[in-house]
C-alpha cells in the first residue's frame, strides 16, 4: 500500500509554542492515510524526533494516540475518537438534514437515514420512520463497518484508496470466496451513478437505496438513505428512487456548503 506525504502548513502560532506543536501532531494524524512513525512525524512538521517522541509519550497516556501492535508506529487512540464523536454532536447534522430527510421520506413513503463517517466506521446518527406497517427500523449510535452495506459503501466510495485498501483486506478475510474486482468495480460505479444499493445484503428482506454527502472542501462526511422491504424495491424503479435520494444529498451538501 502506498502512503502518500502527509504535510501540514502551519499558521504563525497564536498560543505557547508546546502547544502548537502538539496541535500540529494531531492534526497530522487527522491527514494520514495510516499510521505514522516518529521519524515521519518529525519529517513532516520540522521537528526533532525527541521532542515528537515526548509529545506521542504525552498524547498516549491520555489516550490520544495508540501505537499498534508489534509496531513503533502510531495511530488515533480512543480519546481521539471521543472528541470526534463530540465534534459530530456539535455540528448538529441532525438539525441540518431534517427536513431534508422528512421529505425525502414523504417522497419514498419509505424510512430514511442520517449516517456519517467516524474513523473507520459509519454510525446512524437519525431516521424518520415511514408511515406504512411493514418498514425498517435503524438502530441510532450503532457502529458498521464501511466495507459492507448500501450506507456504508455510499461513503466508502468517496474516500482514499487507502481506506478502499483496508476495507478489502477487511472483506478478503470475512469471506473466502471476496471478488476484489467486482468490489472494487462496484465501488467506482457509485462514484459514477451517485448512489449505492443493497438488496438482502446485511439483512434478509431489507432493501436500501444511500447517497454520499460532502463539505465545502469535497470531503465525504456521511450519506443517507432511504430504505424498506426488499419487495417494495422494484427493480425497475430503483433509477427513480435513486434520483430522490441523491437529489436529497446534494441538498444536505449544500447546506454544509454554505
Not at 468495480?185 to 436500501?208: M, P, T
Request: proline share 3%; aromatic share 6%.
Amino acid at each position: 500500500m502506498q502512503r502518500q506525504n502527509v504535510t501540514i502548513v502551519r499558521p504563525s502560532a497564536g498560543g505557547t509554542e508546546a502547544g502548537d506543536r502538539v496541535a500540529d501532531v494531531l492534526l497530522l494524524f487527522s491527514r494520514a492515510d495510516g499510521a505514522l512513525g516518529v521519524s515521519e512525524i518529525a519529517r513532516s512538521l520540522d521537528l526533532s524526533k525527541a521532542v515528537v517522541h515526548r509529545i506521542l509519550q504525552s498524547l498516549s497516556s491520555r489516550g490520544l494516540v495508540q501505537t499498534l501492535p508489534q509496531t513503533s508506529n502510531y495511530v488515533l487512540g480512543p480519546s481521539a475518537i471521543s472528541l470526534g464523536n463530540r465534534a459530530w454532536s456539535q455540528l448538529d447534522f441532525r438539525t441540518i438534514a431534517a427536513p431534508v430527510l422528512r421529505a425525502l421520506r414523504d417522497k419514498t413513503h419509505e424510512t430514511t437515514t442520517l449516517s456519517v463517517l467516524s474513523n473507520d466506521s459509519r454510525i446512524y446518527l437519525d431516521q424518520y420512520e415511514s408511515a406504512q406497517e411493514i418498514k425498517m427500523v435503524v438502530e441510532i449510535g450503532v457502529r458498521f463497518p464501511l466495507h459492507s452495506g448500501a450506507s456504508s459503501r455510499a461513503i466508502l466510495a468517496f474516500l482514499p484508496p487507502a481506506r478502499v485498501d483496508e476495507a478489502v483486506e477487511q472483506l478478503s478475510r470475512l469471506n473466502a470466496d471476496f471478488n476484489e474486482t467486482e468490489y472494487r468495480r462496484r465501488l467506482a460505479k457509485i462514484r459514477i451513478d451517485g448512489y449505492a444499493a443493497s438488496l438482502n445484503e446485511r439483512n434478509i428482506g431489507a432493501a436500501s437505496i444511500a447517497a454520499a454527502f460532502f463539505d465545502k472542501s469535497g470531503n465525504v462526511m456521511g450519506s443517507i438513505s432511504s430504505c424498506g422491504p426488499v419487495f417494495r424495491y422494484d427493480a425497475a424503479d430503483v433509477e427513480g428512487h435513486a434520483e430522490k435520494v441523491t437529489a436529497a444529498a446534494r441538498q444536505i451538501t449544500a447546506l454544509l456548503s454554505r
